[in-house]
């Protein structure tokens, strides 16, 4: 996809998106056999539900078939949320996942695995995971010293003061595979008759 054609559609789908209550995050064209495929990825604070996804899908298509920015061509519309494997590149992104572990790649020091405990203006504070019973110890990360981050899916967070803060972080990796599942069949159903 070109430059131009991504900046435009980025200017045709954000505002749309924000009508919603929601952020655009990514768009992505890539070629799917004889099809385009149009992925508009989209977050919130409060996360994304799946009617929100099914109504700005229905909206988005709307704009694009109001527009020429597909061309002719048939392509596909996928909207969804950002999964746990996408990368952390916004302060917004670090602050939706406080409380969560990362993997940051830094530019001094390396690969650093820890717990965000509070974001502000100009970086993280950071908990270390202690090993083999030693306490965590504390850290600091500033955003212009990060290359990469991602999450750490946690199956069994241990070593809490609440016994059930392990469950609640795999019920929520859950509900956001649940969602991105569920959100792909939504989409596939209304999208399979979304041709430019």
């Known amino acids: 996809m070109s430059t131009t054609q991504s900046e435009r559609l980025r200017a045709l789908l954000e505002p749309v998106v924000v009508e919603t209550g929601l952020e655009l995050e990514e768009v992505a064209l890539t070629a799917a056999g004889k099809r385009r495929q149009l992925l508009v990825v989209v977050d919130s604070e409060q996360g994304v539900q799946l009617d929100a996804v099914a109504g700005l899908s229905r909206a988005l298509s ?41 993997k940051l790649q830094l530019k001094e020091r390396g690969e650093l695995i820890a717990r965000i405990m509070t974001v502000d203006g100009t970086g993280l504070d950071l908990e270390v995971p202690g090993v083999k019973g030693r306490k965590p110890k504390p850290a600091r990360a500033e955003f212009a010293e990060i290359t990469r981050a991602r999450v750490e899916v946690e199956f069994n967070r241990k070593g809490t003061d609440d016994p059930d803060d392990g469950d609640e972080a795999e019920h929520d990796d859950e509900l956001d595979a649940d969602n991105t599942d569920n959100t792909d069949n939504a989409d596939n159903t209304d999208e399979s008759t979304e041709e430019a």
């Open 62 to 102: 709307a704009a694009l078939d109001a527009s020429d920015a597909m061309g002719d061509s048939e392509y596909v519309l996928e909207v969804t949320s950002p999964g746990t494997d996408r990368p952390l590149t916004e302060p917004r992104h670090f602050e939706r996942n406080a409380g969560r572990l990362v």
